[in-house]
């Protein structure tokens, strides 16, 4: 997603319709396939298909939805007026692609930069904003849960490095808007024992260790420490 939110539509248009031509091989081979059976019924071979013809509008149709998901996005992100053609049945795929992809918080902004013609109903604009507002209310509990752990860190001298999610979502327009499943710190391994301990009794619960970082759930967040 990264790359094609910085690509030319026109590349993403090329992956959509790369998929789609893969798609129409697999098709055409099937066909040639069914056609050198010769135990295929007549019926057998009618119903092969027309799953296959089902399969293949599936295809398509699921190109055409990221390809204005990832439109959207792009509006989104660098807050450019975006008019994406956006029937009924498409908004609630966006939807999906946006849940599956952790993107609940930052798709409804989409909003703010589309024609009257392409919002979506009133009852999934409501339910967008509803997920965005979860979506802010986990992020504010996340920040504040931080910002009393690190500032225990500062008293002691230990020092610590917040990685990945908070601090990239610092770059984005609206940052409560990003999903961050979790605080990831980094400390010396010097202090590793002083901050484990420190997680401890901060009310943490080891759920699980590797070798690059350890697990904890504090305070109904789950962080990990580097």
Known sequence: IKCILIADTSKLRSLGNSLCEATNLIYKTNLHSIATTPYSTLGDIQNILERKVTTLAHVRSKCAIYEKSLELLRGTLWQQQCDVPVDAQEWEGIRQFASQQALDGIMPDALLFLSQGSMPSKAMKMQMIAMQLQVVKANEHMNDVLLEFTAELARRNIPYALMKGQGVASLYPHPLHRVSGDIDLYVPMEYYQ??????????????????MHVDYTAKGV???LH
């Open 222 to 224: 789950i962080w990990e």
């Open 194 to 211: 002083s901050v484990n301990k420190g997680m401890m009794a901060y009310g943490g619960k080891r759920s699980h260790e590797t070798r």
